[in-house]
């Protein structure tokens, strides 16, 4: 597999990023930063080069590039984030896809998006609907991908649909049937287990704060790359987030 990985360094302040369904642990912003490192060399490991954004060191958030931006074959649709605080991430996200040569175009008030509400499988696009994630930003997503099925779905308890549910390079989706609203879901030994990265073929990057769900779906024949993220999992972040994977 060959692509770009868009990724974003976390700055200094980090441990000020948002937090909404989990109390506030303390973060530490050195070692975030180490974390960081080691999961953009998982993924320049399996052929996904990194492109960075410009530091954004003023912006807490602004790591969890994922949410301002979906990419769609050559379509970069930037996204009007659900919390107002991270709406000047998207700017310097606008840049980065441009120079990679995609079209962008962006989801205007009132609607809002985050990135971490769609789930893209096949010719369908699955939008969590959630505290971030509104149903006019639905409808402009829908409208820009005419070509692709638009599917809302409830969720329940959760920052964003990808906290949820993901899905496996088959197609198969694994995730917390308690919080989203979406059938025939392989359950995930633990929470962090619904959080999966198709690197290409059979492999897979995942957190290693789900070591039992890794070993689960080693037995059905994936190759598993773990990486520890603690330090963005204390801010609700998991391994989806943190990059965008563009073809
Ligand atoms: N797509 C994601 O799961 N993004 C995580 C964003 C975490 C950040 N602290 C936030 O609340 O916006």
Redesign the pocket.
Known sequence: MSGIALVRKPGPRIAD????YVRRDPVDPELALRQHEAYVSALDAAGWRPVYADPADDL??AP?V??TVVVCGRLAVLTR?G?PE?RPEVASVERVVRELGLTSVRIAEPGTL????VLQTGATVYVGRSS?TNDEGIAQLAALLPEREVVPVGLDGV??L??AVTALPDGTFIGDPSRVDLPGLLVPAEEAGA?VVPLGGGRVLMSASAPATAAMLRERGLDVVAVDISE?EK????V???SVLIM
């Open positions: 990023g948002l937090v909404t807490p958030d969890f994922e949410d984030p919390a991270r985050d990135g971490g509400d971030r920052l964003h990808k906290s959080h963005f801010l609700e972040g998991c989806t987030c943190l």
